[in-house]
């Protein structure tokens, strides 16, 4: 079908979300002097990239309608674009005019589960539909799960402010949200577009590059997003190790909200609930919290450091009791373990957990 046959039928069939005026696509079309419903889309795009370095990234343009912002990333430099929408006589353009991966698909939770990583995910006018589609807990569910899939999130949503958008939030809710239910180490507030209609704050969101495919976990298989199998080495010391966790995480089973749940052990590996990504930083209360289950407990943990706590969305998770021992108990004492964040004076968690937020916030500065 040409384009033009296309345009003529955009607006039929009601896409949510997408444009409601038959014949008039939900963005401008430039090169063809096809005027949208957004009739700035372009301009959007450019704007887009004085915010983000796009040169040389991979993106994903989450509702991207006829394709009009992935095609201004890709003149600025974008190495590779996935545009993905619902609307099929939207793709059905795109894909006539760019030469760039655009696919129909349903935005949902699956869909995201399902992709890789990306260096920049535009977001953009698309939330407050996902919220009329499947509800707020849903949406925001689904951002935590895009946060760790991308280093670069631009986000912006319509709020109550719009009058028609689907979403009782206004534009001074979204960062407070944002920083609730994401992972991402920066978020800063770019302020409205500027396009003239009810303003809509643009918010570039950011992570540093931490994968699960580190050194962190050597022997360690993720099972799901939930479960992670760790496999101890079939020796004396393996056994001793692998021994030790599950004793220490059983005495943690009525605590789920600060240590991983023990979930099945086996001669050869044990299974975990870890879910969370690396911790980018220690809230003050979950510090608190953390240190007075072990006090509670008299258990040392011994090995805190950045690579075991996990940030699962709403709090940190201090994993890996393979070291642990009872206070007092100084049988098995490893004197290089913990190191760089062991106490001169030797083991002390609240030490290595104040260290570890220091250098975690130093590394946020920095970056
Ligand atoms: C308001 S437009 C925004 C378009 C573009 N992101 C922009 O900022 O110019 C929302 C787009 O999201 C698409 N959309 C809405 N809900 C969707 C869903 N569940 N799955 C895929 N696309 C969806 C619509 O078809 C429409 O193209």
Redesign the pocket.
């Known amino acids: 079908m040409q384009v033009a046959e296309l345009v003529s039928k955009i607006g039929q069939h009601k896409?949510?979300?997408?444009s409601v005026t038959a014949g008039v696509p939900?963005?401008n079309i430039p090169n063809l002097n096809i005027k949208g419903h957004?009739d700035q889309?372009d301009w959007?795009g450019k704007r887009i990239c004085e915010l983000v370095d796009v040169k040389g990234k991979r993106i994903l343009?989450l509702?991207?309608?006829v394709g009009t912002?992935s095609s201004t990333l890709k003149d600025q430099g974008a190495s590779y674009i996935l545009g993905?929408?619902?609307?099929c006589e939207?793709i059905g353009i795109a894909l006539q005019l760019y030469d760039i991966d655009f696919m129909v698909?349903?935005?949902?939770q699956e869909f995201i589960s399902e992709m890789g990583h990306f260096d920049v995910v535009v977001w953009?006018?698309?939330f407050m539909?996902?919220v009329q589609?499947h509800g707020m807990e849903y949406a925001v569910e689904f951002l935590f799960e895009l946060s760790k899939k991308c280093d670069t999130l631009v986000f912006?949503t319509a709020g109550k402010q719009d009058g028609s958008a689907p979403l009782d939030m206004s534009q001074e809710d979204i960062l407070p949200m944002l920083i609730k239910n994401t992972c991402f180490q920066e978020i800063i507030d770019s302020g409205p577009w500027g396009d003239g209609w009810a303003p809509r704050n643009v918010f570039i969101c950011k992570n540093p590059r931490i994968s699960w495919d580190s050194n962190f976990f050597s022997k360690v298989e993720r099972i799901n997003r939930k479960v992670i199998r760790k496999t101890y080495q079939n020796s004396e010391r393996g056994r001793e190790l692998r021994d030790r966790e599950i004793y220490f995480l059983t005495l943690f089973q009525s605590s789920p909200k600060h240590f991983p749940r023990l979930l099945s052990d086996d001669k050869e590996f044990i299974e975990m609930s870890y879910e969370g990504i690396p911790a980018l930083w220690i809230p003050n209360d979950d510090l608190a919290q953390i240190l007075t289950e072990l006090a509670c407990r008299q258990i040392i943990h011994r090995d805190i450091r950045p690579e075991n706590l996990l940030w699962n969305g709403t709090h940190c998770v201090l994993i890996d009791f393979a070291y642990a021992v009872h206070a007092g108990d100084i049988t098995n004492y490893h004197y290089d373990l913990g190191q760089p964040y062991k106490s001169p004076h030797g083991y002390n968690d609240e030490f290595s957990l104040r260290k570890t937020q220091f250098k975690l916030m130093e590394a946020r500065c920095r970056n």
Do not use: F, N, P
């Open positions: 896409y949510e979300g997408s939900y963005q957004r889309s959007r343009d509702g991207c309608s912002i993905v929408d619902h609307d939207s698909a349903k935005i949902t953009t006018s698309q539909w996902m589609q912006e």
